[in-house]
């Protein structure tokens, strides 16, 4: 299976590489009008979203997780979409399991 690039240019025509020239042209985003800088002023990063991903360590058969990978790039996200689908239909069910008996002595 190839891979294919993750930048094209002949798809991302619009957006070619810097020349020097560019690079010669361009000035410092302080320069731009103040009534364009105030819509940036807070804007750090990407905005949160509302339920992100929690990273978690978990240990699986080596033959499940080759299984898994060989499903090729993205198969995290779609065994959490399966998992959250199979959960709110009510086709997973947890139960908590009953402590261990003390044994007495």
Same mark, same amino acid.
Do not use: C, Y
């Given at each position: 299976? =190839? @891979?294919?690039? *993750? ?12 020349? %020097? ?7 410092? %985003? =302080? ?21 992100? *991903?929690?990273?978690? *360590? ?11 990978? %060989? ?13 959250? =689908?199979?959960? =709110? ?11 261990? @008996? @003390? *044994?007495? %002595?």
């Amino acid at each position: 299976m =190839s @891979k294919k690039p *993750k930048f094209d240019p002949a798809i991302h025509d619009e957006n070619p590489d810097w020349t %020097a020239e560019d690079f010669a042209r361009a000035r410092p %985003a =302080s320069e731009l009008p103040s009534e364009i800088l105030a819509q940036f002023k807070n804007m750090v990063g990407r905005p949160r979203i509302e339920n992100p *991903k929690v990273p978690v *360590k978990l240990r699986l058969d080596g033959d499940v997780l080759e299984a898994l990978r %060989a499903t090729g790039p993205g198969w995290q996200t779609r065994i959490n979409d399966m998992l959250k =689908s199979k959960i =709110s239909r009510g086709k997973v069910k947890f139960e908590t399991p009953a402590p261990p @008996k @003390k *044994k007495r %002595a």
